[in-house]
């Protein structure tokens, strides 16, 4: 059974840095593709990032490409959101996303995590 627990989030001022963390369980970590989106207040679920098993290549949603930063650790079963630059507009919940396909986790088709929360002040 797939098991995601995201870490990380909290309060952060504008221009202030954050790293997200996503342990995953029940499947073979190093197989999967993995991903993050987020969730603003009264908005639907908008796709973050993405890092794929097999050869670690990156998907970024253009709104934080360059300031944000996915990646692995297959040893720890763990993928990271390194976030620099926050805005007040990086305020959401964030999740994580899992399948064996990069192409459904681009999509928000894989399993979730619970979400945590991260809120950037001005």
């Known amino acids: 059974q797939v098991q995601l627990v995201e870490s990380g989030g909290g309060l952060v001022q504008a221009g202030g840095s954050l790293r997200l963390s996503c342990a995953a369980s029940?499947?073979?970590?190093?197989?999967?593709?993995m991903g993050w989106f987020r969730q603003a207040p009264g908005k639907e679920r908008e796709f973050v990032a993405a890092i794929n098993w097999s050869d670690s290549s990156t998907r970024y949603t253009e709104s934080v490409k360059g300031r944000f930063t996915i990646s692995r650790d297959n040893a720890k079963n763990t993928v990271y959101l390194q976030m620099t630059s926050l805005k007040p507009e990086d305020t959401a919940v964030y999740y994580c996303?899992?399948?064996?396909?990069?192409?459904?986790?681009?999509?928000?088709?894989?399993?979730w995590g619970q979400g945590t929360q991260v809120t950037v002040s001005s």
């Open positions: 029940g499947f073979t970590f190093s197989r999967y593709a």
């Open positions: 996303n899992a399948d064996a396909y990069i192409v459904v986790v681009t999509r928000g088709g894989g399993s």
